[in-house]
């Protein structure tokens, strides 16, 4: 029986929470060691476990892997979510790469301080509302097709549905002038892996609280 993967990060969304998102999309059953104490980061990198150093690390396939984008690149292609020839996968990787743009922005400002946070949250619904959603509902109203890429479901619907839901929670009528995105919004949501993903229980992370911020500060000591 193969081992399942093993999910090394905080207890928290982070630059891993897309990690749980593709496998949780392809099906795939994953396990989570949590980091709460500097002590295991110290551990991982004295293990040589941490190529460069950082987390995520995912465990799978006889491998430790490291850095966010390989390891998503390679779920991608593993689980046949990566498009079916080079054209698409470039066009996926185009689309994985914007929306992540606008994720980091959502992911660090929990790290702003206080008195920068409410200028932070103006700049991402202003981009989110100006450049990013404007992109991609264009791209579903010119080839008229259920999913970004070649008409199937990829890497880059999952990640655009997460990005989506991340900004509703900061602002609920994000979509209001983006009905294509509304509708993809919904399509992709009930795909069975997705809608079970979504689902209250789930591996999904809640949006960090204080206590997250505390503890991935301590840890990687900025």
């Not at 470039?90 to 689309?95: C, H, L, P, S």
């Not at 409410?118 to 080839?143: G, S, W």
């Not at 509304?182 to 949501?189: L, N, Q, V, W």
Request: hydrophobic fraction near 45%; charge should be positive.
């Amino acid at each position: 029986m193969t081992a399942k993967p093993k999910l090394y990060y905080f207890r928290g969304r982070g630059r891993m929470e897309s990690i749980r998102w593709l496998l949780a999309a392809a099906g795939v059953e994953f396990e989570e060691e949590f980091l709460e104490k500097r002590e295991q980061y110290e551990k991982l990198e004295k293990d040589g476990c941490l190529l460069f150093g950082q987390v995520p690390l995912v465990e799978m396939d006889g491998m430790m892997l490291t850095q966010t984008r390989a390891i998503l690149s390679y779920l991608a292609a593993k689980y046949n979510l990566y498009g079916k020839d080079l054209k698409e996968r470039v066009r996926i990787d185009m689309y994985v790469d914007g929306t992540l743009d606008l994720m980091l922005m959502i992911m660090l400002a929990p790290f702003k301080p206080p008195k920068e946070k409410e200028e932070n949250f103006a700049l991402i619904m202003k981009k989110a509302k100006t450049r990013y959603l404007p992109a991609f509902e264009k791209i579903l109203k010119d080839h008229r097709e259920d999913f970004l890429v070649g008409n199937k479901f990829s890497w880059a619907d999952v990640q655009l549905l997460e990005a989506i839901l991340m900004l509703e929670e900061l602002n609920a009528s994000v979509l209001s002038d983006f009905p294509l995105l509304k509708a993809f919004k919904t399509r992709i949501s009930n795909i069975p892996t997705i809608k079970k993903f979504l689902q209250p229980g789930s591996q999904r992370k809640l949006h960090p609280d204080q206590h997250y911020v505390d503890v991935v500060r301590h840890i990687l000591q900025f």
